[in-house]
């Protein structure tokens, strides 16, 4: 079947469309390439790197979800965080979440059961990471404490998820090095 934007229509799984809002998230508009660095993180966490997802499908499913009036991608919403939820709370020994779970927080929505970051956060991480060089000791207990309401084991894992972006965004400036501007 063809979609209103000449493109072939792809089924997505629930862990697809939660590791594209995972993405979306992390990758702002505006950002260099930033369809093709979705698309790459996908392929990367979900599929060993294969090109199973490109960006034009990723902007096709990006703005579908988007479209808040379609009840069908609201029920997808919440079957996707609840998902993200229960998986997080499963793999820690608690009691899965229902529905009715709180996944929302002032600073912004549930992320696999992390929030996410704010401005403010991001830039005190980013000082700490400057501050507390790799040979710092007890580095990691430092940088938490220079973020305020961030625990050792967020602050690791933001620094991690950052990691990765910065190589899908070089991913896709590789396999894209013509392209000029942003997408």
Known sequence: TQSTWG????????????????ALQMLPSGTDKRWE???NFINNHLHQGKPIKNAKQVV?????LADI??????????????????????????AAASESA?????????I?????????????????LKNYPPDTEARWDKIAAAVPGRTKKECIRRYKEIVELLKAKKA????????????
Not at 74 to 93: F, R, Y
């Open 7 to 22: 493109i072939k229509n792809v089924d997505w799984s629930g862990e697809e469309i939660q590791c594209l809002v995972k």
């Open 69 to 94: 009036g379609n009840t069908e991608n609201e029920q997808v919403k919440k079957q996707v965080k609840t998902s993200a939820v229960n998986q997080l709370l499963g793999n820690h020994g608690v």
């Open 112 to 128: 696999a059961g992390g929030y996410v970051w704010n401005s403010e956060e991001q830039k005190m991480l980013e000082g700490a």
């Open 102 to 110: 709180p996944t929302e927080r002032v600073a912004g929505e549930s």
């Open 60 to 64: 096709h499913k990006a703005k579908n």
């Open 172 to 183: 896709a400036q590789q396999t894209n090095p013509g392209a000029a501007g942003k997408i």
């Open 37 to 39: 660095a979705i698309a």
